[in-house]
């Protein structure tokens, strides 16, 4: 649902085509002899909602530092708005921060916090009350000016520290895996409301994460980055469907590897063979192009695949494979079969299914046959 | 279920026997200064305030007591200022002599302070300044400083390291965040520090009796002279008043930080 309502207003939102207001050229930072950021780069332009995804210590956290200007690259450029910072102390700079662990200031009311930005930032002393009280009320907290920070919950920790980086309308808004430490429903109603504020006041917003829905749900665009370089960088349903590589596809969504060696190429598709079981699927990498007897990887998504008793029900599929279920998992919404694949040399792959009414629920044990589309492989090189 | 309440029980004893060890000094100095006879007892033979009504008429006790408040002053505005930059240098920065540092930070537990006294006095007495009261303060500060470190850094290492990058992202230059960020976190380890000085500054007793001289003793020092002669019960009444001065103390530490913030493992 989500997903399809944030889909339409992308379409809405884009209109002509804003000026860039973050760009990155070429950073490197490196710590000791570890390279944390490895020759990042990207441009983001005004207005929009960029999520960085990837797993624990790819580096995500230091690229914002130095956008923030906490660190300075080891080398290469940022700039934002078109100037270049690399001179710029944080304090000069237009940028609001969400933390991670939030850093309140714990001496001071939520108020005095909001407000405080303001009072640096030499705003009109007149302008002020007011201005925290319209901030506090966007973040729905407009009864609870005068608490301190350990008189709020977690959940109104995370909004008052929102208010904090908007209240004086920064050129860019940073979050830094404010959400993490918030359970999944505080966490998913938080996201919206970040998608909500960010879209009414317009600010370009570059958010990081390792949580592969929010990122999904809530950005315009998401770079993934892994082992300080980024890998992929392109819209939510780009990334999921078109993963540019193999480390993209297995992060995002549940994907299922199937080894093999190519046996022959056409125009847009790639015969190969896993264990004893002839594969086909798309190649994805343009610049490129497989040769035989290539070692390649089959990526094809638990969700693509489909389970049934007999062969016949999955007549429509370019692919049937026959296994066993080795385990049932019930999630609910869902249930996940993993079906080991005597073929492929016993690989294992899970399968969703959605629907458990319409087919017979299989056990541990029982002989099932999985199949799936050619179109639904992307193969990458091992 | 067992264990942990033999467990419970164990640690009860334990902190009962260390109350009962701890206060029992105290409980008999308090009970000796209510007595109505002219020998220091316990338990008291019967119950007055005379010797409370005798040390406020001995000028030379309440103007040495004055003495001592003096040098506690001085001793703290001094260790305000030194003792909270140095902790929270301390605490932040790699800094350049910390070795040496720590080495100064357990001078208290390792050179006597008969040591440290004679050292001082030979400074005070080179520099002309001995037989004055506040370079007295200025010794108790040097000996006792550590302590008000050690507070300080207790609390501006418990500190979120990315409390001050937030004052800069919010706009604050460097000395704005350290004033108005930095030094508020670290203030209930600045207050304990100085009433922790303060107190230690109001008893000391081997230094002063080094710095001073017959015109200028301080509380401790008159005490000490005082039972060279005859242990008389006003000098349980004026320990007493020492101990309602560290009880105020306590009392005001609660009162500005709430005792909870030491309490709690901060
Ligand atoms: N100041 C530093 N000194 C040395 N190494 C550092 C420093 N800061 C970060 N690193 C290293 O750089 C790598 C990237 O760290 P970073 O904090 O950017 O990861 P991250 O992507 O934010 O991870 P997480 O999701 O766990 O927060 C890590 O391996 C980390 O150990
Ligand atoms: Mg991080």
Redesign the pocket.
Known sequence: MAVAETGLDRLAVEGPVGSTAVSVRNVNMV??D?R?VDDASFDLQEGKFLTIL?P???????LLRMIAGFQAPTSGEIAINGIPVGHVPPNKRSIGMVFQKLALFPHMTAAQNVAFPLKMRRFDARTIPARVAKYLDLVKLGGFANRRIHELSGGQQQRIAIARALVFEPDLLLLD?PLAALDRKLREEMQLEFRRIQRELGVTTIN?T?DQREALVVSDEIIVMDKGRIQQNAKPSATYRQPSNSFVAGFIGVTNFLSGSVTDVTDSEVAFIAGTQPLCGRWVATDVRPSAGQSVKGAVRAEQIRVAATPDRLDDLQTTVAGSVMDVIFEGERVVYEVRLASLQDATIRVFDHDPSQHAEFEAGARVFVGWNARDVLVFAE | MTTARGKTIFLWTLVMISVVVLSAPTLVVLGASFTAGNMITFPPQGLSLKWYASIAQATDLREAFLRSLYVALICTLVAIPVGTLAGIALAKYAVRFEKALQIYLLLPFTIPLIGSGIGLMLIFGNAGILGQLWPVGIACCVINLPFMIWAVTASAGSLDPDLELAAANCGAPPLQTFLLVTLPAVTPGVITGSLLMFILALNEFLVSLLLVDARIVTLPVQIYNSIRSIITPDLAAISVVFIGCAALAITILDRLVGLDVFLKSK
């Open positions: 710590f000791g570890y944390a990837g624990s210590g790819s580096g995500k956290t230091t895996e990081v390792h």
